[in-house]
């Protein structure tokens, strides 16, 4: 029998606004949850959640000027991660324009993207 190959998940959340963020469990908070559970739930397939937090509060999906997002791509160039998940699509953008080459940059082989 063949080993499950591990893969490295990433969590990427994102908030356009700071309205809410104060608050003890927040929208991060709930998307990072659900992501959690997801990943979780994929334990069979090798999925492993790795410990850095990619969360960008207050920040506009219409701009790719993001501090986590520059984190989470460029550890994906360091192959440091494997699949990115988010609890939407447009928490990597609010752009059409941008969105297929973000997620380019989001899939180098083998990394993968879901949600």
Same mark, same amino acid.
């Given at each position: &029998? $063949?080993? $499950?190959?591990? /893969? ?5 959340t994102r908030k356009s606004t700071e309205e809410g963020l ?9 998307? !990072? ?9 994929? =334990?069979?397939?090798?999925?492993? /959640?790795v410990p850095d937090q990619y969360d960008d509060g207050g920040?506009?999906?219409? $701009? &790719? ?5 520059? !984190?989470?791509?460029?550890?994906? +160039?360091?192959?440091?991660?494997? %699949? %990115? %998940? =988010?609890?939407?699509?447009? !928490?990597? $953008? +609010?752009? @059409?324009? %941008? ?6 940059? /989001?899939?180098?082989?083998?990394? !993968? @993207?879901?949600r």
């Open positions: &029998m $063949t080993a $499950t190959p591990r /893969l490295n998940c990433a969590i990427y104060e608050q003890e469990f927040n929208s991060l908070d709930a998307q !990072r949850e659900a992501c959690t559970a997801f990943i979780a739930s994929q =334990v069979g397939l090798g999925w492993k /959640l920040i506009s999906g219409g $701009t &790719m000027e993001r501090p986590a997002l520059k !984190r989470l791509l460029q550890d994906i +160039r360091d192959k440091k991660i494997d %699949v %990115v %998940v =988010v609890y939407k699509i447009d !928490r990597l $953008t +609010r752009s @059409l324009m %941008v969105s297929p080459r973000s997620s380019r940059s /989001l899939m180098p082989a083998p990394s !993968r @993207l879901s």
